[in-house]
């Protein structure tokens, strides 16, 4: 079955950078999208960034973190990754990667199939 196993979050200053890794395993990872999400205390899981599958690798961000994070893929190590620049403490949640049974992206969570844990992101000011 799918698995997906998020790592790298960190308590971090403001201003500082994190990259989270998602390694998935299961199935043939090159072929679907996928997407991180996060959920703060107290809201909705909220979508942050997806990238579809290898042959186009298009990607989709949300506006609160558009040119401060980016997405990317490494198919022959079926990791995806967050790279995620300039933090703010509005930014501090549990980060989530999922898995889609498509290449096409998607903004929204019901349109994945497979979660991860989550790895916790706490930017402090």
């Known amino acids: 079955q799918v698995q997906l196993v998020e790592s790298g979050g960190d308590l971090v200053q403001a201003g500082g950078s994190l990259r989270l890794s998602c390694a998935a395993s299961g199935r043939t990872f090159s072929r679907y999208a996928m997407g991180w999400f996060r959920q703060a205390p107290g809201k909705e899981r909220a979508f942050v960034a997806a990238i579809s599958s290898s042959s186009i690798a298009a990607t989709l961000y949300a506006d609160s973190v558009k040119g401060r994070f980016t997405i990317s893929r490494d198919n022959a190590k079926s990791t995806v990754y967050l790279q995620m620049n300039s933090l703010k403490p509005e930014d501090t949640a549990v980060y989530y990667c999922?898995?889609?049974?498509?290449?096409?992206?998607?903004?929204?969570?019901?349109?994945?199939?497979?979660w991860g844990q989550g790895t916790q992101v706490t930017v402090s000011s």
């Open positions: 999922a898995q889609r049974d498509t290449w096409i992206t998607s903004t929204l969570k019901q349109d994945y199939g497979y």
